[in-house]
């Protein structure tokens, strides 16, 4: 199955069915799976839930897990917290670029241990930032497992583990240096 023909025979067997992330990289996999169940004796099914994605436009955007709307609607407002900023990457200060739009977004459950919902990151390499958090988010990470984590100094996944400021706090979340 390692084949070209057998990619290609996995994204047309795993072609996702309404509802679904419509990606292909979902749809191999899917495939995949159901192929090592029809001929290798697996049980294993495709887990929809936190298929993280980019959007491939000058200003990167990618997300993982649920929007903040989406936490809302199924936990209620009193039972999400959501911590962002604005951030500056370091190629945008080199350059003298305007970095307004650099943004970053996690979403949390309000009560400890915080877990952690869904990520939301616009901005320079936001498929490889996203890719990276992805794990940590299938495997259930908290807020404060990921406040725990050293980030590489200076990149722009860095700024996930900086979050602190809340959006029910009223600060603002703009971020004026390091730290």
Request: glycine residues 12%.
């Amino acid at each position: 199955m390692q084949t070209v023909a057998g990619a290609l025979l996995s994204l047309v067997i795993g072609q996702p069915s309404e509802g679904r992330p419509e990606l292909t990289p979902t749809a191999i996999m899917a495939g995949r799976l159901l192929v090592q169940r029809l001929f290798g004796g697996s049980s294993d099914v495709m887990d929809y839930d936190n298929v993280p994605t980019t959007v491939f436009t000058p200003l990167e955007y990618g997300c993982v897990g649920l929007s903040e709307e989406e936490a809302v609607a199924r936990h209620g407002q009193e039972h999400v917290e959501v911590y962002h900023a604005h951030y500056k990457p370091l190629e945008f200060t080199v350059a003298g670029r305007d970095a307004s739009q650099c943004y970053v977004k996690m979403v949390c459950l309000r009560e400890p241990p915080q877990l952690v919902l869904g990520l939301h990151f616009l901005g320079p390499n936001a498929g490889e930032v996203t890719q990276g958090f992805a794990l940590g988010i299938k495997c259930g990470a908290s807020y404060a497992q990921v406040m725990r984590t050293v980030g590489i100094h200076p990149t722009c996944s860095e700024e996930v583990v900086k979050l602190r400021i809340s959006k029910r706090s009223g600060l603002d979340p703009t971020v004026t240096g390091c730290g």
